[in-house]
């Protein structure tokens, strides 16, 4: 079952910034988000003790996400890349 991706106007100025530094890992953060959509309690671990807030490493950057079960859907809040 795939989890719906959205992204907070944050991340999605984080993403615009990675793209400009990097367009093909820009591809490879979409590509593994995908993989992440597809399990996201297989990727990273809980924050703060609580299993539907995530932090992982995608596509070289540290990225929080929440879980909501009940609408199918991971919310990117934040995404730090370097360089």
Do not use: C
């Not at 671990?45 to 929080?64: C, M, S, W, Y």
Request: net charge positive.
């Amino acid at each position: 079952m795939n989890y719906r991706v959205q992204y907070s106007n944050e991340a999605r100025d984080a993403l615009r910034a990675l793209e400009k530094a990097s367009p093909e890992r820009l591809r490879d953060f979409h590509r593994r988000m995908g993989q992440v959509a597809r399990n996201p309690y297989g990727f990273g671990n809980p924050v703060d003790g609580i299993e539907d807030r995530r932090q992982a490493v995608v596509a070289g950057t540290v990225t929080l996400y929440w879980i909501s079960r009940s609408v199918l859907t991971i919310s990117v809040v934040k995404v730090v890349h370097t360089g």
